[in-house]
């Protein structure tokens, strides 16, 4: 049951099993016919759940075209207006013969290209007209088992949907396979390929090697190969096409803003004449884990950590989707997630290992699996292994206490109930998604509510006994076959060896018991004297919206909007401070430390274990984030939990816990991840270049690795402190409250704290960087065939020309797709392109347009003539009304789509009781995109993008002469 099982799953830890099994190709798309009658299902059982006695949702309809077509349609109004479209083929990297592979994934690329309805190229095009944003809302993956296409109509009309299905429906059935296509979009695939991240793709196809070792799963990655791709033509994708691409291999799934009945005619009306070629061909049998297959190997990838990775591999079968199945894997997850806190409870007291998780997968129908990762703190992996063992032995010989269940299970119904609570605002995206994904496993979906039934009906069968947990951690730690690798950063001709011999070594059962005794509210230090409410009054309001400013009698400021857009979700954002722009341009600090190890170093005489025991089964949260102009304390919870979600917050400012180990621990992570950052065209970016672009300031720069070794926690105390007690707070609380209850809940505790002293700032103004004449190099240890160019054209920031800001975003929207066109499209020069505009409301200046690309290392000349040349044209040149509404719609729907939610008017009015400018601003925010003119995109192209005022960085590898 995918909403069940898989939503739970997600609270597990992920595993180093994502490195490759998880991976997948991902393309960024990117009048009544024949009167075929469906057969709905609207009685009966629908084909989903044929052989399940799981409760069907009926907010589904399901039914089967005479083709074989299946569907599953359904009326959402969230986001209002839009509706998803989902199409599942059979048909991924699996069925691929020994001359095919790539194939599953090349043929994604045509299909977006173009087909039967659609010239090449124009589908982008045609969405972008519907308001489609390019990459986000349309869309393609290909995995091991299936190829789904991706549509999100933000705003769709009748004549809208029905054209986008007629385009999705040729897509499949006819698209683009020519000699011309191939030729055009190859190198597109190539470049896709190549801008794989090296390490990374070494170590998964290393361990997808080894741990399918005897499955065609081993040798089947979506990518493909060079040698195969370059040899595909015409007939040989065709034949693919043909084999897979059939109307009883298909599944449309569409949610949305829409009656189902006008779903279900759009589903009929163009799927329905879908005929296949030829008989249809038996699915491969993809093999069962081969005892006979290696238990271990090694790799030695300097960038990455030192790492181990091992699994207790079993068969995978269809099995009936029924009540008891699923319960029964609510038994596994249980114990799974009781060892997933006994391991973390050992890393945060200072173990061998900064992290370690088991994970529990179904593998692209190959195989059911637990695997377990594990990162050592510092190069001991031996050490780090034999400690994880021996938690895993404990669970296995030993049945956990009932606190320990209990404590699980408290968290397990906390977020079904609130699952339950949230489930009419539930995305129709995501409703989408999760039908596609159930279809991929053989599974069922089920609603919010019939999932919290099962759970509870199993508990009422006591299947979540010591007992019975206890059985479960000894089926879920065995298997057919045990399989191992790990990462060293150097060489080790005897690690093969070595981990062979740790994965069968007895280790005696650690007593990593979790603490399970009570932590409460009450246990917080207490604050002072609840404030007063001095003012109050809204700041912006219309039919709509309505949010008011608070000003309490301690000087905190509070902005508030109570909504019922999300149901039973409430958002609290507390900014403190000056953020980065108070702190000094020229000298290191540990501010880099901050959201690895400030709430995690714990409040008064909690560390993070008790704050974990505290908020487990409530929904409070606790985060740390910086920005330009403040630093972010956040939680999302609800109305019921808001005081005491308002208390933990202010009790951090107030009570700050400086427990060492977070530290540490934040220091080593760093560490381990470092060399990383120099293995890739991306890592140097991410590492380099916000820092580049202020002219080298390091307020936004990484820091060094001799300033990472620095930390400690004494210097990290002394930075924080001062920090957490001085600068004017800003509360915003918006989301599902009563604002009368939310005005109180804030007076007795943020207006519980004392006046604070003005922040200290040493902060200088932000500078950009020089235009230069030839571009900065830095250089990578990575992939010889990989580097990066980037070209960045300074514009502004702050609030008070915030519009022109809004304006910036459409010339960049057209940038983009300019950009789009000619390296991808037209050249295949780079697979993601993309053109940003950044302006910082909270910063004077350090705004930029900025256009990058990954590409060959010989390709960054091109890039920059390419990237220039656009810019000129659109200086010299007006752009036409149909390329500026391909650039406004999509913008301004997605931002329709994204002002349904509460974190986008938090994100716009952020910073507003300082700057009123900012709240003022987003009355304007739709008019702004919507009234932009073409005269408008060229006269801010001539001011920004002249041609002797940018400045350019390229990525190259270390080898490389260019």
Request: proline share 7%.
């Amino acid at each position: 049951m995918n909403s069940l099982s898989r939503r739970l799953s997600r609270l597990s830890l992920v595993s180093l099993l994502a490195l490759s099994v998880a991976t997948h190709a991902q393309t960024v798309q990117t009048a009544p016919q024949s009167a075929a009658v469906a057969a709905p299902q609207s009685s009966g059982t629908p084909w989903l759940f044929q052989g399940s006695d799981i409760p069907p949702d009926p907010a589904w309809t399901f039914g089967v075209l005479p083709n074989g077509v299946r569907y599953a349609v359904r009326r959402n109004g969230v986001p209002p207006g839009q509706v998803s479209i989902r199409v599942r083929v059979d048909a991924g990297s699996l069925m691929e013969r020994e001359s095919e592979l790539g194939y599953a994934h090349l043929l994604e690329h045509l299909a977006f290209r173009g087909s039967e309805h659609v010239p090449d190229g124009e589908s982008k095009r045609v969405w972008q007209r519907l308001g489609v944003t390019f990459g986000s809302d349309s869309n393609a993956s290909t995995t091991p088992t299936n190829t789904v296409y991706k549509l999100d109509l933000p705003t769709a009309t009748d004549q809208g949907l029905d054209e986008s299905m007629k385009i999705v429906a040729g897509m499949l059935e006819r698209p683009s396979i020519t000699n011309a296509a191939l030729t055009a979009e190859r190198p597109v695939v190539l470049a896709e390929q190549r801008e794989q991240p090296g390490p990374q793709m070494r170590f998964g196809e290393a361990l997808r090697g080894l741990f399918f070792g005897g499955q065609p799963l081993a040798e089947r990655s979506p990518i493909g190969n060079i040698e195969t791709l370059e040899a595909a033509t015409e007939q040989s994708v065709r034949a693919f096409h043909q084999r897979w691409y059939r109307p009883d291999r298909t599944v449309v799934v569409i949610a949305g803003d829409k009656d189902a009945k006008l779903l279900e005619q759009m589903v009929v009306k163009h799927f329905s004449d879908w005929k296949p070629t030829g008989a249809a061909t038996p699915t491969p049998d993809f093999g069962d884990p081969d005892p006979s297959q290696p238990t271990t190997a090694a790799t030695a990838e300097s960038s990455l950590p030192p790492a181990v990775s091992f699994a207790w591999l079993r068969p995978w079968s269809i099995t009936a989707d029924t009540i008891l199945f699923n319960q029964e894997r609510l038994t596994d997850l249980l114990a799974s997630r009781i060892v997933n806190r006994r391991l973390e409870s050992r890393a945060r007291a200072g173990g061998s290992f900064l992290r370690a998780g088991v994970s529990l997968d179904d593998i692209s129908r190959s195989t059911n699996l637990t695997s377990v990762s594990v990162y050592p703190l510092g190069d001991d992996w031996e050490a780090a292994l034999k400690d994880v063992r021996a938690v895993i032995a404990a669970a296995t010989t030993r049945a956990p206490t009932q606190a320990e269940i209990d404590r699980e299970l408290a968290e397990i119904e906390n977020a079904m109930n609130q699952g339950v609570a949230t489930a009419p605002v539930e995305p129709g995206s995501r409703l989408a998604d999760t039908m596609v994904e159930a279809v991929d496993i053989n599974e069922t979906v089920a609603s919010a509510q019939v999932s919290y039934d099962i759970f509870n009906e199993a508990r009422t069968k006591g299947m979540f006994s010591p007992e019975r947990v206890l059985a479960s951690s000894k089926k879920i730690f065995d298997g057919a076959a045990l399989r191992g690798i790990v990462n060293t950063r150097t060489p080790d001709n005897t690690a093969t060896a070595k981990l062979g011999a740790a994965l069968k070594a007895e280790v005696s059962g650690a007593e990593a018991l979790a603490s399970a005794e009570p932590v409460s509210i009450d246990d917080l230090p207490p604050l002072g004297t609840p404030g007063t409410i001095e003012v109050r009054q809204p700041v912006l309001s219309n039919p709509e919206i309505n949010i008011e400013a608070i000003r309490l009698s301690n000087g905190v400021s509070v902005l508030m909007f109570p909504n019922d857009a999300e149901t039973n979700r409430v958002y609290v954002r507390v900014r403190f401070g000056t953020g980065l722009r108070g702190l000094p341009a020229k000298q290191q600090t540990v501010a880099w430390a901050g959201p690895m190890a400030l709430m995690q170093s714990g409040i008064g005489d909690l560390d993070q274990e008790k704050l974990d025991r505290l908020v487990g089964n409530r929904n409070i949260g606790l985060s740390f984030s910086p920005d330009d102009d403040a630093w972010i304390l956040g939680g999302q919870t609800t109305a019921a939990d808001l005081p005491d979600q308002l208390r933990l917050l202010a009790a951090k400012l107030q009570y700050p816990h400086w427990d060492a180990n977070p530290v540490v621990r934040a220091r080593a992570e760093m560490l381990a991840g470092y060399a990383a950052m120099e293995a890739s065209p991306d890592g140097i970016l991410a590492r380099d270049l916000e820092g580049l672009l202020r002219d080298g300031d390091l307020r936004w720069a990484t820091p060094s690795r001799a300033a990472v070794e620095a930390l400690d926690p004494a210097s990290f105390r002394a930075f924080w402190e001062p920090i957490l007690k001085t600068g004017p707070i800003e509360v915003q609380i918006f989301g599902n409250i009563d604002g009368e209850a939310a005005a109180k809940a804030v007076a007795a505790t943020f207006g519980a704290l004392p006046p604070r002293a003005p922040a200290t700032t040493t902060g200088s103004p932000v500078v950009s960087a020089t235009p230069n004449d030839a571009p900065v190099i830095r250089r990578h240890t990575g992939q010889p065939n990989q580097a990066a160019a980037v070209i960045a054209w300074p514009t502004s920031g702050g609030s008070g020309a915030i519009s022109e800001s809004r304006k910036l975003e459409i010339l960049a929207a057209v940038f983009r797709d300019r950009v789009l066109d000619e390296l991808r499209e037209r050249t295949g020069t780079s697979y993601s392109p993309t053109v940003l505009s950044q302006w910082p409301v909270g910063l004077d200046a350090g705004g930029r347009i900025m256009a990058l690309a990954s590409v060959a290392p010989d390709q960054t000349k091109f890039f920059f003539e390419a990237a220039r040349k656009i810019a000129a044209d659109l200086v010299a040149t007006p752009i036409t009304p149909d390329e500026l509404q391909r650039a406004v719609l999509p913008t301004v729907q997605q931002t329709m789509r994204m002002s349904s939610g509460n974190s986008f008017w938090m994100q716009q009015t952020a910073g507003g009781t300082r700057d009123p400018a900012r709240i003022q601003a987003v009355t304007t925010l739709v008019p702004d995109y919507q009234q932009t003119t073409p005269a408008e995109i060229q006269a801010l192209a001539a001011k920004y993008l002249g041609a002797d005022k940018d400045w350019s960085m390229v990525v190259l590898p270390e080898e490389d002469t260019n």
